[in-house]
């Protein structure tokens, strides 16, 4: 074996630990599901569990020695240095965030605390870890930032499709707070040379999503016999991406993606929201269809617009498939499918996490 190969080896060997934040939320918790199911790299789990963790996700984890749990906030820098150090973490893979448009219209405070502050001491602790390395696990150390699409804005019906080198244009509080963290990664390489990669992700769906984002939300509400409640005029445009396909395009980004590259992830499935919920409806109807045999479009109803609500979003995944080869495994109807087979198997989740402090945030919500 070559010297080189040797010594890299035995370095991945006694480096090999990968710190995951906030991975009891909804992506979090898939991309932790799955890399245990396709690696056997240890994982440490940073989450304080706000009302979107979930200790439920990560169940079937329960005494699998290569998961470890910590309750703790990324904005406790003593705390994620001595994981880092302890657990002689080779990779950073972050996803703690408020990450709800509409709960940062009403108080952005958390956000501006976790999506900034707490990035901002995620990346100190990580470059004085980086700093302590040598040789080969030094230049192995990865810090994999997750973000969104919607740090670039909104798009008109014929606008290009954004591209890695789009402006940024945040219109939210929870957007703009994303965009100040991507700033201040890229700030990290630019300055101190952390190794660090960026992806700008489109909208998620799939298993676990907290019931306040669209999908399980109008899934939950079917069932429930609730309005399903449509923003303005439902036109807005979304590129809906399957969790498991953004999970398996993180583990391509962090084992072949460039330090200092931000990769766009997205799903090739621009749809207007009316359009996902009749799909989402139609699905129901034939699953598990209503008692009195009225389809679930019938409970659709128009609500106030959200305000500085983004008109479109869509990605230009080229990038990625280009440099990568990664490319989305699901089509919008085969991951819809399965995502309304996963829920209506999975009413005991549902339940477990709609608590008092979720009906409360619906009712004002929704009032
Ligand atoms: P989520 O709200 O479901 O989960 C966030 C997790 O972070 C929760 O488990 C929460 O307890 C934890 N958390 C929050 N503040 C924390 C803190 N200060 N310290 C430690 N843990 C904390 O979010 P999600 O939808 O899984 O999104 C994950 C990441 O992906 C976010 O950074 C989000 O901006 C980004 N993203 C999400 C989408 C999407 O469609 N959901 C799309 C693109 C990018
Ligand atoms: O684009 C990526 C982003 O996608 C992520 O960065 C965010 O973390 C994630 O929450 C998501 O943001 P959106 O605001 O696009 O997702 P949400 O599910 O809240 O809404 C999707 C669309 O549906 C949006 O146009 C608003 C609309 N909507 C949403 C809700 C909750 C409704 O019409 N009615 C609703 O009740």
């Known amino acids: 074996m070559l010297p080189g190969l040797a010594l890299l080896l035995l370095a991945a060997r006694l480096l090999m630990t990968l710190l995951v934040t906030g991975g009891a939320g909804f992506i979090g918790s898939n991309f932790v599901l799955d890399w245990l199911r396709e690696s056997d790299e240890p994982v440490i789990n940073l989450d304080c569990l706000t009302y979107a963790g979930n200790l439920h996700n990560l169940a079937s984890l329960e005494g699998d020695p290569h998961h470890t749990f910590v309750r703790g906030n990324i904005l406790d ?3 994620v240095s001595a994981l880092l150090r302890d657990h002689r973490v080779r990779a950073i893979v972050h996803f703690a965030a408020e990450s709800h448009v509409d709960r940062s219209i009403h108080g952005p405070d958390d956000f501006i605390q976790t999506n900034i502050v707490g990035s901002f001491r ?8 980086w700093m302590s390395l040598d040789g080969e696990a030094k230049a192995a150390f990865r810090f994999l930032h997750v973000s969104t699409d919607e ?6 019906a014929h606008d290009a499709a954004f591209t890695e080198t789009h402006p940024y244009q945040p219109n939210s509080p929870y957007s703009a707070s994303k965009a100040a963290s991507d700033h201040l990664v890229r700030a990290y390489h630019h300055t101190y040379g952390l190794p660090v990669l960026t992806s700008n992700c489109s909208n998620n769906y799939g298993p676990y999503q907290f019931p306040e984002k669209l999908i399980p939300l109008v899934i939950h509400h079917a069932l429930a016999g609730k309005p399903l409640p449509i923003y303005g005029d439902g036109q807005q445009v979304r590129d809906w991406l399957h969790v498991r396909d953004h999970a398996s395009a993180l583990r391509r980004i962090l084992a072949q993606g460039t330090p200092g590259e931000t990769y766009n992830v997205g799903g090739w499935n621009e749809r207007p929201n009316l359009e996902v919920v ?9 699953a598990s269809p209503r008692p009195d045999g009225k389809p679930y479009s019938s409970q659709i109803e128009f609500v106030r617009d959200r305000p500085g609500h983004d008109r479109r979003y869509a990605i ?3 990038k990625i498939e280009r440099e990568l080869g990664w490319r989305p495994d699901e089509t919008f109807e085969s991951g819809m499918a399965n995502t309304v087979a996963w829920y209506l198997a999975h009413q005991d989740w549902v339940r477990a996490v709609t608590d008092g402090s979720y009906r409360d945030w619906i009712s004002r919500q929704y009032q």
């Open 77 to 79: 820098g003593d705390l």
């Open 122 to 129: 995620l990346l100190e602790a990580a470059r004085a870890h």
């Open 151 to 156: 740090v670039y804005g909104s798009l008109g």
């Open 278 to 286: 009749h799909t989402l409806c139609r699905l129901l109807d034939e």
């Open 316 to 318: 230009d995944a080229r």
